[in-house]
């Protein structure tokens, strides 16, 4: 499905403006309309993304279509077991001709980091981007630095070859927002990719919907969205229901449910609403608290997912009457 990207005016209203990022994403992300409505959602809502495939289907597509649409800068983190923090952050270096150090610097510094195969670099590498995601600062040699508006990073894994990897800590997988899969295409849009894809870049061909500075400017109003007091309470019972469910040894954190207000204010946004209903926290409740819960040993005896608890978590919880 193609649809019509438009260019940036100052006259258009968020909702439009996120239609028009959304439509100018899924022109190069072909056949995965949901997939790039969440990385919308996620970029509106200060949020990072963590996407578990496998390789070819069009993670570093997404990251490079996100960051061209709204005329961003973005940056590419190619993760391995050599690579130092370092790299990630920056680093001070001495500079002869001035007499003092230098700060160069890393490829963290930019709207959209595509931290591919994140498992793949060891702890202490993948704890320098802790401090970006949580705080949006990062610290070098004692003096902290500033990071880009709006700043997101998507970050890769892949699931099935695991050998040489280490597995994402729990206090760096709650940094996360959001976890999802992109998937095989269906027939129909693979034909398409075949099709367009393999004449030229598409991403190159990408006019700016929106700049940097307006998103950021929808980051700060998206909090001003209504949720009511029984959108809260449903939150929490679903948070809470993640403590005590048989197969989940550790529930969702206080983080969890923050971040799942946060992303069903954006959805919202995303929407044309001004306020949540109790669909925006159903649609996300799953990529939003899965990858955060840790499974029981039984659980994973009888093959049990951190999606399937989620999802009979909200189907035993009352949602509230729009």
């Known amino acids: 499905m193609s649809h019509a990207s438009t260019p940036v005016s100052s006259t258009q209203s968020d909702s439009e403006v996120l239609a028009a990022l959304r439509d100018s994403v899924a022109d190069v992300l072909l056949g995965k309309d949901e997939i790039v409505e969440l990385a919308v959602i996620t970029l509106i809502a200060d949020g990072h993304l963590l996407i578990e495939d496998v390789p070819g289907v069009g993670k570093t597509l997404l990251a490079r279509a996100l960051g061209a649409s709204i005329d961003g800068e973005v940056r590419r983190i190619q993760f391995t077991p050599d690579l130092l923090p370092s790299d990630v952050t920056g680093v001070s270096v001495w500079a002869p001709s001035d007499g003092a150090f230098t700060f ?55 699931p099935i070859e695991l050998d040489g990897t280490y597995p994402l800590p729990e206090a760096q997988r709650d940094r996360f927002m959001l976890r999802t899969a992109l998937g095989y295409p269906a027939r129909d849009a693979e034909r398409d990719i075949l099709r367009q894809h393999s004449a030229s870049d598409l991403v190159r061909t990408i006019t700016p919907v929106t700049t940097a500075g307006e998103v950021g400017a ?42 799942l207000l946060r ?7 995303v929407k044309g609403r001004d306020h949540v209903l109790p669909d925006d926290v159903k649609a996300l409740a799953v990529p939003v608290l899965a990858h955060r819960v840790q499974l029981t040993p039984r659980a994973h005896v009888v093959n049990v997912t951190g999606r399937d608890t989620i999802a009979d978590i909200l189907s035993g919880t009352r949602a509230p009457v729009a």
Do not use: C
């Open 218 to 259: 929808i980051i700060k109003r998206v909090t001003t969205i209504t949720a009511t007091e029984s959108i809260e309470q449903y939150i929490l019972d679903i948070v809470a229901a993640t403590r005590s469910h048989e197969h989940l040894a550790l529930g969702a954190s206080p983080r969890a449910g923050l971040a």
């Open 104 to 158: 160069r610097p890393g490829p963290v510094f930019a709207n959209i980091v595509l931290a591919d195969e994140i498992n793949r670099a060891g702890p202490k590498t993948q704890s320098a981007l802790l401090e970006a995601m949580e705080e949006q600062t990062v610290t070098v040699d004692g003096t902290t630095r500033q990071l880009a508006s709006p700043f997101m990073v998507i970050a890769t894994q892949n």
């Open 263 to 269: 992303a069903s204010r954006a959805r919202a946004a």
